[in-house]
């Protein structure tokens, strides 16, 4: 389960790089960044709760940049905290 969690935040992450590429944008891209950001919001919630520090900031930002710095550090984190680095480090 929490590889699929890990999976779907890469994903979520190659979208919302996607839309944040400087160039005029329509409504149809802020709606796009919009649903990626609530599905980002629900993994984030099933993770951590909405108390967490990374649900909050991904909840206040409008920016497509600081989504995809909050993504990227929950991907680094969950790759320190697994079981083949645990392994290695025991």
């Known amino acids: ?17 996607q839309l944040w590429v400087p160039e ?5 891209d802020k709606a796009k ?3 990626t950001k609530e599905k980002v919001l629900d993994i984030l919630k099933i ?7 990374e649900f909050r900031v991904v ?10 710095k909050v993504v990227n550090h929950v991907i680094h984190r969950s ?4 079981p083949n680095t ?3 480090n025991m």
């Open 1 to 17: 389960m929490y590889l699929n969690f890990r999976t779907e935040l890469l994903r979520l992450s190659y979208e919302i790089e």
């Open 24 to 28: 005029p944008r329509g409504a149809n």
């Open 33 to 35: 960044f919009i649903a």
């Open 47 to 53: 993770l951590f709760g909405d108390t967490s520090r």
């Open 59 to 68: 909840k206040l930002t409008c920016s497509p940049a600081t989504i995809v």
């Open 79 to 82: 790759d320190m905290n697994s």
């Open 86 to 88: 645990m392994a290695v």
